[in-house]
């Protein structure tokens, strides 16, 4: 199969290194559709882990899973202007059924505002049914023309999409936030992947939205990654659409919404900020396997070693762990080894005629490629204590590298600096899209640019008049 | 909110009586692209119960969720001429991009076969690489020309399908057979819906594959609902997609095939089977919300009457039952009552202040109506057994109605009086096409045809020639 070939190319080597990672690892492959990808088991059992995950907390705070159609009417997309714009020219248009020409096209979506919003009109009357919370996991279309990536950019991507309808903007306010701090908790705590939250500048918001909030990471070649944002809608969608209530005062009020979502992206995130010239590494928490046990295996013994080896599989498997037994007959010892450190296995446990006389194992930790030998007694323990801390250290490792990778700057020439040198930056900036765009020419790429703080007495690094915000800034993915 | 209304109609009414029911106990609502429905919280809460319960019957059986691209070249689809002449009537077509025609029609899929197949061809070379299993839950476009029906016919629906490749036909064959039991399992024991499984006959066979094996129920008004079917799929797509493996005798061999899917069709027979004239009955199993618990609330008493309900409530929810405490103030008991029993919830716990004197709580049952008085102390105990034997009596009741509208018959005029009473026929016939469809003109839309068991020594129903079969005939959905 694809997989069963090593990488060659090193990480220093980005783009090559991630296109040979994702597709002999088995986490993805090209597809005969161009720009859609086959999300392969490997890859899409960490998308499982993270929507239990987030469904998990989404349904605590009140949020109900619902599905809505696929397509969207033409005219649907155009009730709000903005919206319109940004998103018609990456549309794919359903124009015939069967042999018939439709009398509307039908977009598939590349997000369901829209279609939402015209059944929230529907569906809610009163105050007494607000907070009104949905959430959708689905497939989601935009038909990029930029060169594709697996999981970073391309035309189809899964996602999930939440929609809240409040009676007032504080409260959308709160739940725009609270959205940003879930993808913040799921990002960093499940993926172990360190994030800078913010809100976006006017020109990179969300296309209808008051203002968009996000959550990204510098990638290890210096370019930011756009892992999930949530909007404030104000009331840009519930006018068009009609989204009102009956207050307590028994006036009709339009509705304030918000809108939030997290893609497949981050998948591609995961592999970049982990992996190593070996391969991938996996955070324990998303593994769709923490453990893979190795037979090393002789004539005389086999039998013996194969069950002890089941032994301790059950075992393990016993307390939650998630494990995998390669006993296949056709392969060493030691292609095994390459086969899921490529993988990125967190933990691998050696068991030998040896380890079978000592009542011991050898555990090999992928992130570190440490060789511990444990005894059979304290196996669970140390399995169950190893699964955390690599969890805990690869959070370390990445936070430790994004903050070397973070300067803080108000000169210029420090700036270009920093941007070649894969750095993010954090300047001072007026916030006024002119001197943006300016300041964008000067480096190849859109930028990504995440607001931090506002400040007072600091002289924007663009155009030198007063700046507004400290500001995030380095090149986007 | 829409849901808020009773239903009118009688169940014996049962196409107004189904309507009225999705919509208003908040199953589903019609939206505004004619034919895809929205899958409200109250459904797609049980669809994930499902998915939930499913992924762990396939997972253990060594199945992998992946997910494959939503748009198929169209020079796909006319790879395997029966899957294309089957499937094309019905395909929405991708011809535009933003504002770009394409250069090949895309369809959006009405099933996997030909994308995954494409794929498989690649990833698998010998033997060691068999059996690959893969599954993925995805949404399905067919466009239906007929009147469409919330659930049971529309232009888009959710399912999952499952593609599996074996060295071997008789492999394939125990697979397809397996993915019934599958089926039969997760429907009976899940949904307490009673089913039939067998072989279809030739003319309703999957467009493509070599036969077909469908689990079916019969539904109140006398007709069958095709729930899930299961394909032997033999070498008709391997050979011209190329599916082929490096058997152990260093040749190559085309692989055998089987494909299995089931969609939330089977949420419209969940409601027709167990539904009554006040609203949804839904089984333990997969009801979003298990018990529900309304405080009878007078001013003097209400803080200490909550108090209660809500220490109820986190007493059942330690034992994993899901509890609802419906607490708004501003709709009164019984509008409470009827709510709960419009969705369909199994249990509802009654609490006021006479319940609070003695120590006890009432208990009434959604399916008998019956009520109970409980002690506070035997609370959990009771209503633990109380879910469990509502989930065996919903299906017991549902398998004696099923057993009582089955009829065998060997007569013409006992099968015309078994279709017009409403009752599933199994009779003797020779399996011949011209025959069926001399039969099946005689019965007003497309019959549901499932083969039992061979026999011999019978003269088929509709020709008088020798008979092959017991085949279950009814009208179909």
């Not at 296309?207 to 892992?227: F, H, K, N, W």
Request: hydrophobic share 40%; aromatic share 10%.
């Amino acid at each position: 199969m694809s997989e069963e070939l090593g990488i060659t190319a090193k990480k220093e080597n980005m783009s090559e290194w991630y296109q040979q990672l994702v597709l002999r690892a088995g986490f993805a492959d090209y597809s005969p559709v161009k720009g859609s990808i086959i999300y392969r088991p490997w890859s899409y059992a960490i998308w499982e882990k993270m929507m239990e995950s987030f469904n998990a907390a989404i349904k605590a705070h009140g949020v109900e899973n619902a599905y809505f159609p696929l397509l969207i009417p033409e005219s649907f997309l155009k009730k709000e202007a903005e919206h319109f714009a940004g998103f018609t020219p990456e549309v794919a248009w359903v124009t015939m059924a069967g042999e018939n020409k439709l009398d509307e096209r039908l977009a598939i979506r590349p997000t369901s505002e829209t279609i939402m919003y015209y059944m929230f009109a529907k569906w809610i009357q009163s105050y007494r049914d607000l907070p009104f919370k949905v959430n959708q996991w689905c497939n989601i279309m935009r038909w990029e023309t930029k060169m594709t990536k697996p999981f970073l950019r391309g035309r189809e991507f899964l996602w999930q999409e939440g929609h809240t309808v409040h009676t007032t903007k504080t409260e959308a306010e709160t739940e725009a936030e609270w959205a940003i701090e879930a993808y913040k908790k799921l990002v960093e705590g499940l993926l172990a992947v360190p994030v800078v939250t913010g809100k976006k500048t006017e020109s990179d918001k969300f296309a209808g939205a008051v203002y968009t909030i996000t959550v990204e990471s510098l990638m290890p070649d210096g370019r930011a990654l756009q892992i999930g944002t949530s909007h404030m809608l104000g009331q840009n969608f519930s006018k068009p659409f009609e989204v009102k209530f009956l207050g307590k005062d028994e006036k009709n009020h339009y509705a304030w919404q918000t809108s939030w979502g997290l893609s497949t992206r981050i998948l591609g995130g995961l592999i970049m900020v982990h992996g190593d010239d070996k391969g991938a590494v996996l955070p324990p928490k998303v593994a769709p396997i923490q453990l893979v046990i190795v037979p090393i295996l002789f004539k005389e013994t086999e039998k013996q070693v194969i069950a002890e080896c089941e032994r301790v599989k059950t075992k393990l498997e016993k307390k939650g762990i998630r494990v995998k037994l390669d006993d296949r007959p056709d392969y060493s010892a030691g292609w095994k080894f390459n086969h899921w450190e490529l993988k990125g296995v967190p933990l691998r446990v050696e068991l030998g005629p040896k380890d079978l006389e000592k009542k011991s194992i050898v555990l090999v930790r992928r992130d570190t490629g440490v060789k511990t030998n444990v005894k059979q007694v304290e196996l669970v323990k140390t399995v169950l204590a190893e699964l955390d801390k690599m969890q805990t250290d690869m959070f370390e490792k990445a936070k430790g590298w994004l903050d070397k990778h973070t300067v803080k700057t108000e000169k210029a020439e420090e700036l270009e600096a920093a941007i070649i040198s894969g750095k993010w930056a954090i300047l001072p900036h007026c916030a006024n899209i002119g001197c943006e765009e300016k300041m964008t020419e000067k480096f190849a790429g859109g930028p990504s640019l995440v607001i931090d703080k506002k400040i007072t007495g600091k002289i924007c690094i663009g155009c030198g008049k007063p700046a507004k915000y400290w500001i995030y800034w380095a090149k986007s993915y």
